[in-house]
Each structure stands twice: as structure tokens, then as C-alpha cells.
Nanobody
Framework: QVQLVESGGGLVQAGGTLRLSCTAS???????????VGWYRQAPGKQREMVAI???????NYADSVKGRFTISRDNAKNTVYLQMNSLKPEDTAVYYC??????????????????WGQGTQVTVSS
């Protein structure tokens, strides 16, 4: 399977910055390719929402609430995706999750789809 490991969350003052990272790795030597990676967030009492996604072709999409402030980028060589968060606001406070989907290559050469979530990292923005 494919595991996602996140880092970079924390407590920051309004107007500050954080950079989240998410690295994908295959367990037991699993060979995989990623089609898209996204960052999602969930605040208490609210639904989980998409924040930003990037495809294998580097096409990006952002939630309207973060456009102009957040930047998602992808380093395919490192199997890592980043979320640069600038000008943070208290309303950005949430647990942020990384999600990736793609294909796992079987020993037969066939490929099967996968989807994996990271464990979540808390981002807290103080007023």
C-alpha cells in the first residue's frame, strides 16, 4: 500500500506562514504512481473541504477562500507535495489532511487504483 506522512503543522499568529509537506511511500517496496495529490481541511463542526489539489500534469485548483494565499507544489522525484500557506487567518484553523490517489503496480504488471489519506496535522492560527 501507499502511506502518506505529513509534517509542518503548528501554531502561528495571524498573518504568518506555514509550510506543510506530505511524502508518499510504498510499503514493502510497493511501486506506485500518483495521479493527484490534494490538501483538505476540517474545522470543528464543519465538513471536510478541499483546499488545494495538484495533478500529475501540474494542474492546480484552489478553494476560493485560499486563492492568492496558498500555493500547492509537487516534487515528483521526492514523491512529496507541499502546501505553502501565507497570510494565514484564524479561519484557516483546522486539521489539514493530505490525500493522494494513483495506481499501484502489481507483480504481474497490472495496475490497480489506490487512495490514501495522511494522518492529519493541526494548524492553529491565533488572532
Amino acid at each position: 500500500q501507499v502511506q502518506l506522512v505529513e509534517s509542518g503543522g503548528g501554531l502561528v499568529q495571524a498573518g504568518g506562514t506555514l509550510r506543510l509537506s506530505c511524502t508518499a511511500s510504498g510499503t514493502s517496496g510497493t511501486i506506485f504512481t500518483i495521479n493527484a495529490v490534494g490538501w483538505y481541511r476540517q474545522a470543528p463542526g464543519k465538513q471536510r473541504e478541499m483546499v488545494a489539489i495538484v495533478t500529475s500534469g501540474a494542474t492546480t485548483n484552489y478553494a476560493d477562500s485560499v486563492k492568492g494565499r496558498f500555493t500547492i507544489s509537487r516534487d515528483n522525484a521526492k514523491n512529496t507535495v507541499y502546501l505553502q500557506m501565507n497570510s494565514l487567518k484564524p479561519e484557516d484553523t483546522a486539521v489539514y489532511y493530505c490525500y493522494a490517489d494513483g495506481l499501484v503496480r502489481r507483480s504481474s504488471g497490472s495496475q490497480i487504483p489506490f487512495g490514501s489519506w495522511g494522518q492529519g496535522t493541526q494548524v492553529t492560527v491565533s488572532s
